[in-house]
């Protein structure tokens, strides 16, 4: 990693990670009709890429993707029919990556992925409790055992709500074994039955 000893990369991205959401969740007013896709380039956009710098961990954009391939994982439920899943923030090591091999293989996993769900005021009730159980079913476990497989890996699972036009945020960290429920929440951040 560039300028970054590999002892501190945890901590930096941890760092670059919560500056980014604590300044996204400081946005005061947001559109309650706003959805995951929005939420995510505004993040990404506005207060992720502008912490880009020579001295971090992100040192160049293009080392931060939105909606790109990653490894997917070979389950029961999911015989790997699809050898790769895109996920919604994925930053890489190193500026340019990607997730295939020189044989075209998704084999290579990333440094970081953020996965969000977003409620917003379109969402009925069904809807709200089928993104939660997918939240809570599915983006989770995978995060969690992507950061259990690759030993350089730290996902973040983050529920956002914008139904009150303001921005609140949950988010779950994981790192290895390691899981930190409510890593960061807003005051008024969603709950999570986890």
Same mark, same amino acid.
């Given at each position: 990693m560039n300028k970054i000893k590999d002892s501190d990369w945890q901590s930096q991205l941890d760092d670059l990670i919560k500056s980014a959401l604590l300044s996204f969740s400081s946005i005061p007013k947001v559109?309650?009709?706003?959805?995951? *896709?929005?939420?995510?380039?505004? %993040?990404?956009? #506005?207060?992720?890429?502008p912490l880009v710098s020579k001295e971090s961990i992100i040192n160049q954009p293009s080392q931060v993707g939105i909606e790109v391939a990653v490894p997917q994982h070979k389950t029961p439920n999911n015989p790997r029919k699809n050898p790769d899943v895109c996920k919604d923030v994925v930053i890489w090591e190193e500026p340019k990556m990607s997730c295939w091999d020189s044989n075209g293989m998704a084999n290579i996993y990333p440094l970081s992925v953020l996965e969000w769900k977003s409620f917003n005021k379109r969402d009925r009730p069904g809807q709200r409790k089928n993104k939660t159980k997918t939240f809570t079913e599915y983006d989770i476990p995978w995060i969690q055992k992507?950061?259990?497989?690759?030993? *350089? /890996?730290?996902?973040?699972?983050?529920?956002? #709500?914008?139904?009150?036009? *303001?921005?609140?945020?949950?988010?779950?960290? %994981?790192?290895?074994?390691? *899981?930190? #429920? /409510?890593w960061f929440q807003t005051k008024n951040g969603p709950d999570l039955d986890i």
């Open positions: 559109s309650q009709w706003a959805r995951e *896709k929005e939420l995510v380039s505004w %993040f990404v956009t #506005d207060h992720l890429l992507t950061s259990t497989k690759v030993a *350089k /890996f730290i996902g973040y699972s983050i529920l956002a #709500d914008v139904t009150n036009q *303001k921005i609140e945020i949950t988010c779950v960290r %994981f790192t290895g074994a390691e *899981k930190n #429920d /409510f």
